[in-house]
């Protein structure tokens, strides 16, 4: 802040050939407009701080959103593989059951065809 030591103070600038001078007035004016900066400097550190906060915090659900949908991603190809592991299941019991069917009619025409021997024979 400014030290005021009488009611009136000579500012000159410099590369001018003009001096101001100041009044008590134009003084507390310009202590205050200094004290508002000062305080708007403040709000704006609070600011910045805040607004990095809020940057971290959205940078940190960013990761974790990446996160989830990288798991999603395995848990999809986890599900096509036993998608695939099913179709391929499904298709051996269909073949293994055309398999079973021929072995039974396959059981079945020899046990008759025994059976017509037999009665042949007797």
Same mark, same amino acid.
């Given at each position: 802040?400014? &030290?005021?030591?009488s009611?009136?103070?000579?500012?000159? %600038?410099?590369?001018?050939?003009?001096?101001?001078?100041?009044?008590?007035?134009? &003084?507390?004016? =310009?202590?205050?407009?200094?004290? %508002?900066?000062?305080?708007?400097?403040? =709000?704006?550190?609070?600011?910045?701080?805040?607004?990095?906060n809020? =940057?971290?915090?959205?940078?940190?659900?960013?990761?974790?959103?990446?996160?989830?949908?990288?798991t =999603?991603?395995e848990?999809?190809?986890?599900l096509?593989?036993?998608?695939?592991?099913?179709? %391929?299941? %499904?298709?051996?019991?269909?073949?293994?059951?055309?398999? &079973?069917?021929?072995?039974?009619?396959?059981?079945?025409?020899?046990?008759?065809?025994?059976?017509?021997?037999?009665?042949?024979?007797?």
């Open positions: 802040m400014l &030290l005021i030591l009611n009136l103070i000579v500012l000159s %600038q410099s590369n001018l050939d003009t001096t101001r001078t100041y009044n008590y007035t134009d &003084l507390k004016a =310009i202590a205050f407009k200094l004290a %508002q900066a000062d305080e708007r400097d403040s =709000i704006l550190v609070i600011t910045e701080r805040q607004l990095s809020e =940057i971290k915090i959205v940078t940190d659900k960013n990761n974790q959103i990446l996160d989830l949908n990288g =999603i991603r848990n999809n190809d986890i096509n593989l036993k998608d695939k592991e099913l179709k %391929q299941v %499904q298709l051996n019991l269909k073949n293994t059951t055309k398999a &079973l069917n021929w072995t039974r009619a396959g059981w079945a025409s020899s046990v008759v065809g025994l059976l017509v021997v037999f009665i042949i024979v007797k």
